[in-house]
């Protein structure tokens, strides 16, 4: 059963309601009325704010995925910096909110240019953010078909943006010190007093225990969470038991398979694709506010960095199933709103421009 509404959040701040900035692009023709600081809509398991980010991440629910696509440091919309350089000292409340909320099942997407992610890439790192993957959207020649002054720019004509992928992996206590995943696991193998190679035995293997989960190198696997539990079940029943429990975070009892399971971000790839997402810029029915709809602001349409609604599904299946909670801190047409509520994720988007916040609304609502 479809559920569509519109209501004010009563966590709305007095600075959510200061007056918008003049450079904000003209409204809608339609002259609907401007939407109210705090307003937000739901459609099924999608919602979109009218609110600034930073001001909802501690009520939105835990992210197994976040698709961030915030400033550019291009002046692209009010509020973008106007050069890269600013970008860290923007990014930095709302990466430290994301490290703060997520766990290690939580992917972060980071949309950007190559020169404002390689700017905000210490950021991430410093908060904890582990780097797995750098997407490149390839928008194809026709992008700056006719329109690359090359003999002025003396460069190539740049036809990709970036997608990059981040998790915040687990972190274990060894003593006084924080231990990665790897460490920790084979330094408890290593706390029961059991020889390295007893691993084998463990997990019914020759040879793959102490060469793929206890091995110190970087050749390290993950071990699935019935080899983790069988490792976990023979430390406790055969290790010293001075030491015991043996691969626990509570003191008490093991992690279980379950758990294990939890502690790393979710992965599924689709066949054929690639770190190479060759996709046109957004045209068609698809990109919002073209002419037709008069609203425009620097840009020939509504918003001059809509992403395309097939490479955000792919992040989207790719880091979560259904039911999972997505959010999109900065929306502008909301793109995973939309994604997210075809494959019935559960979304949180937040947007603060009334025009790009309408017409995000009027999408999520017509399912275009
Ligand atoms: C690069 S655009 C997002 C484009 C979007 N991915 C799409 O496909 O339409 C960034 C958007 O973030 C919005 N924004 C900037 N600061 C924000 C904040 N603090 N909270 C919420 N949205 C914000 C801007 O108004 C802009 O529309």
Known sequence: MENVSNQTLPFATRRAQRP????RPSHDETDAPLPQRGEMFHRDSATIHFQPAEELYAHWPTPTCIISDGPYGLSGFPGDPPTPAELIE?????????????????????????????????????????YRCCH???????HIAGNSNTATLRKFPVITEVCVQYLKPARFLGGARSLSMQEWLRSEWQRSGLPLRLSNQACGVLNAATRKYLTADHLWYYPPPDAFEKLAEYANSHGRPEGRPYFSVDGSKPISADEWGRLRAKFACAAGITNVWKHPQVSGAERIGGRRERMKW??????????????????IHASTDPADVVWEPFGGLCPAAVC???SRRTSFSAEVIPEFYSAAVRRLARDL
């Open 20 to 23: 918008l900035r003049r450079d």
């Open 90 to 130: 923007w990014y930095r409340p709302h990466v430290a909110a994301w490290s703060e909320r997520s766990t290690p099942q939580t992917t972060l997407w980071f949309w950007n240019s190559e020169l404002g992610w390689a700017t905000v890439h210490p950021l991430l790192i410093e908060h904890g953010w582990e």
């Open 136 to 142: 490149v959207w390839d928008k194809g020649i026709g």
């Open 298 to 315: 620097k840009y020939s349409s509504l918003h001059g960095s809509q992403k395309p609604l097939k490479l955000v599904d792919i992040a």
């Open 340 to 342: 997210a509520r075809v």
